[in-house]
T-cell receptor, first 113, second 113 residues
């Protein structure tokens, strides 16, 4: 399976600021996804990062709050904009291996004060 | 609506026992199911998967059973070890479009030595 890395691994941010999370894969993949995992909760899909076009957002998530870039087949970024304490979560990227199986990065643990 | 849920939020077993983790899904169109293991501070790790044309699949010490009649999925772990302690998630793939995964609530397995 692909090796996925995320930066930063964790961060503590102030309310009102923005944080950009990077996801790097060691091989070219078609599908990349971003998830949020709130404390003690399951994973919720934020959006599908499409290479060369706008991301596809799930209900409840909007581009202004979570802008996503996908400049090539091995890299994507997720920005959490104008953060509030409610944005404190683990943010995870995943990739699809073309057989519907998704593999996850280690996650970015975000705390907003 | 679409939902994937787990029957048991926590499970505590003795080392060497067999563990069974259950999951109910509601979307009869789902055609692919995955079990993930998430250890503290890490991203979800793929354990085993099963497609809807099968009712059983075995891996190393793990077995997944699928009952499409009652929309039920289970993960069996044989000879549970302390290293199996983690939160386990089931996920279903809803076909058509973005091939997204919907995750269940998660169940914490604690293995006592």
């Amino acid at each position: 399976s692909a090796v996925i890395s995320q930066k930063p691994s964790r961060d503590i941010c102030q309310r009102g600021t923005s944080l950009t999370i990077q996801c790097q894969v060691d091989s070219q993949v078609t599908m990349m996804f971003w998830y949020r995992q709130q404390p003690g909760q399951s994973l919720t899909l934020i959006a599908t990062a499409n290479q060369g076009s706008e991301a596809t957002y799930e209900s409840g998530f909007v581009i202004d709050k979570f802008p996503i870039s996908r400049p090539n087949l091995t890299f994507s970024t997720l920005t959490v904009s104008n953060m509030s304490p409610e944005d404190s979560s683990i943010y995870l990227c995943s990739v699809d291996d073309s057989r519907d199986t998704q593999y996850f990065g280690p996650g970015t643990r975000l705390t907003v004060l | 609506g679409e939902s994937v849920g787990l029957h048991l939020p926590t499970l505590s077993v003795q080392e060497g026992d067999n563990s069974i983790i259950n999951c109910a899904y509601s979307n009869s169109a789902s055609d692919y199911f995955i079990w993930y293991k998430q250890e503290s501070g890490k991203g979800p790790q793929f354990i085993i998967d099963i497609r809807s044309n099968m009712d059983k699949r075995q891996g190393q010490r793990v077995t997944v059973l699928l009952n499409k009649t009652v929309k039920h999925l289970s993960l069996q772990i044989a000879a549970t070890q302390p290293g199996d302690s983690a939160v386990y998630f089931c996920a279903e793939n809803i076909p058509g479009g973005s091939e997204k995964l919907v995750f269940g609530k998660g169940m914490k397995l604690t293995v006592n030595p």
